[in-house]
């Protein structure tokens, strides 16, 4: 619940309250004005920035919030953070093999981040991980040559000869092979083309992650070999030729492992398959052990699907002790290790400012003058103006359970046309303003009931964000991922309201259910009353893994206007979708739209309905309209950045052809 507003506030409770240093990494804090700084490397020499100013720049640039920021220098701190780890084990545990992370594509395909991320892990000698057509046809395509590429996923005829063709452009590429029947269409490729790549292969585990992923390890996934195929995809291979160029075993126990006691009967279990071929005569040289390094998105250091009970450290240390054990038991070589972090590397890397458009609170009008209202011989009424006027601080749970008995009773009778609406109005506000005075009391009380301590949520403020769930966060809609909100000005100040932070689409699962609260998961989250004339913009942090990959175009709200933030001088922007971009990507026809408005303008005007003015008038608007920002701007900007109108205003007397 929120301190007494006479008690002292500082920065750093700001910082306590909203868990920046548990889920920051170091990377986000607060100046001494109250303003939330971003620094996109952890060394001293790194400056910091307001998000505040980032904002406001933008804006003097004509990009409204919701505005994307991303800080891709941040990328390449965390793969530094990633190997320091991994170089630390292998000094630790004198392993003999060497480490690379590799970035997978599919967790972020904006070119701006898969750039940052393939120059942040080719520094170390990783490179990307594709799964699909486009990802590996972007990865040959866009890289220089010395850029290792993993070709991973289900693969027909085209994207086996892509990979075989990139090879014979001498680029470092790794077919691995996930099904049976790929085996075939590379035999092929490889006899008709003349090339001998290199070929890995992906293994069921019988280890099995828990979380939302768990489906994507274990015997039931639908991805690699099992035991028994691995062992017939190896004679074949032997049988065309091309066991020598297998150099890569691969197994991926799941996204976001939030228990390291997974991983390690993971580790163990592919170390143990891994020793078994090489003695086989396989010549393996790499294990790749996946992706499921988990985000700390809650900062509680928990089994909770948001969080991770082991620290980046534990982890690299747990994947080279358990595969050097494993080799050294049988006296096979150490191999090298490739990661797919891509979670890891990019999650923090961007946020989501977002405007607060107003709020709606659910005590609003709730303490009323009882003297001036007509409670009369009802029933529930008089009872709930008892409660009201004799608040037991040493019975509150029954107080609060009669009020609500009350308050049902009210309603059934009006239901029933016994109570008046006027009445039906008063016994939901009595309600309310009875449950305000219980969540006050509650302060003083050394024990609270259960169903108490959810008063404060339940009586929370609704605040209406500027911005689309399903576009920014559609993790926290159908997984109930945590993501951190924080105001990113103000915290000088203390939260004096309770809020959700609901969004702008037209549906009631469009709101942010669970918060980041001094070291716990809440319902609610504690914020600052709005200011009249004065925005109030709240941050969405750590929104850089999968968000943008997975957004969808409920309510054709469309992408976000971006920020990309080289430096406190350096920003590349990017407008966001416009009302014609949107409407175009689910087949609108522009040139239909506008016969549409002109035979409707040109029908009112020979009506005299209006006039050829009014009828220029009517089509200048939605000439500048279309290409404005999708989301609401309450400071009227005018138009994209950069985007001219491209409609025409009607010529006197004739019909309008816009969109041309």
Known sequence: MLEPENSRWSVEDAVELYGLKRWGLGYFGVDPDGFVTVSSDLSRSSPLVRIWDIVQQARRQGLAAPLLIRFPRLIHSRSRQIHSAFDSALREFGYRGSYRCFYPVKVNQHWEVVDAAMQAVLASGGGLETGSKAELLSAIATTETEVPILCNGFKDKDVIEMAVRASQLGRSITIIIEKSTEIDLLLEAVDRLGVRPRIGVRVKLAAKSGGHWQSSGGAKSKFGLTISELNAAIGRLKDGGLLDCLQLLHFH???????????????????????????????????????????????????????????????????????????????????????????????????????????????????????????????????????????????????????????????????????????????????????????????????????????????????????????????????????????????????????????????????????????SQQQSLPLHDPLDGEPYLLGIFLVGAYQEALADEHNLLGKFNIVNCYGPEQMDLVNGSSLLDVLQQVNHSPNRMADQLSRAIGTSVESGAIDVKTGQDILHFFDLVKNRYTYLDPGGTKSRAGQPPAWHVPPRNRNVRPFK
């Open 253 to 519: 126990p799941g996204s976001q492992i939030t228990n390291v006691r997974e991983i390690k009967s993971s580790l163990i279990e592919i170390a143990r398959i891994y020793v078994g071929l090489v003695q086989q005569g396989v010549p393996l040289k790499v294990i790749d052990v996946g992706g499921g390094l988990a985000v700390d998105y809650t900062g509680l250091q928990s089994e909770d699907s948001s969080s991770m009970n082991y620290t980046l450290a534990e982890y690299a240390n747990d994947v080279i002790h358990y595969i050097k054990t494993v080799c050294d038991e049988s006296s096979v070589p150490h191999p090298d290790i490739i990661s797919e972090s891509g979670r890891a590397l990019v999650a923090h890397h961007s946020l989501l400012v977002v405007s607060v458009m107003g709020t709606s609170r659910a005590d609003d009008d709730a303490e009323v003058d009882f003297s001036q209202q007509e409670i009369g011989d009802v029933a529930p009424l008089r009872e709930l103006q008892q409660i009201y006027d004799s608040l037991d601080d040493g019975n509150l749970a029954e107080d609060f359970h009669d009020a609500q008995t009350a308050v049902d009773l009210a309603m059934t009778l009006f239901s029933a046309g016994v109570l008046t609406l006027q009445q039906r109005a008063l016994a939901e506000r009595l309600g309310w303003s009875i449950c305000n005075r219980i969540n006050q009391k509650l302060e003083c009380l050394e024990f609270i009931p259960r169903e108490l301590q959810q008063l404060k949520h339940q009586l929370a403020d609704t605040y209406f964000g500027n911005f689309s769930v399903f576009q920014a966060l559609p993790d926290s809609w159908a997984l109930d991922q945590v993501f951190p909100v924080v105001p990113i000005h103000r915290l000088g100040e203390r939260p004096n309201r309770q809020g959700v932070l609901s969004d702008i689409t037209c549906d009631s699962d469009g709101s942010i259910q669970n918060y980041v609260v001094t070291g």
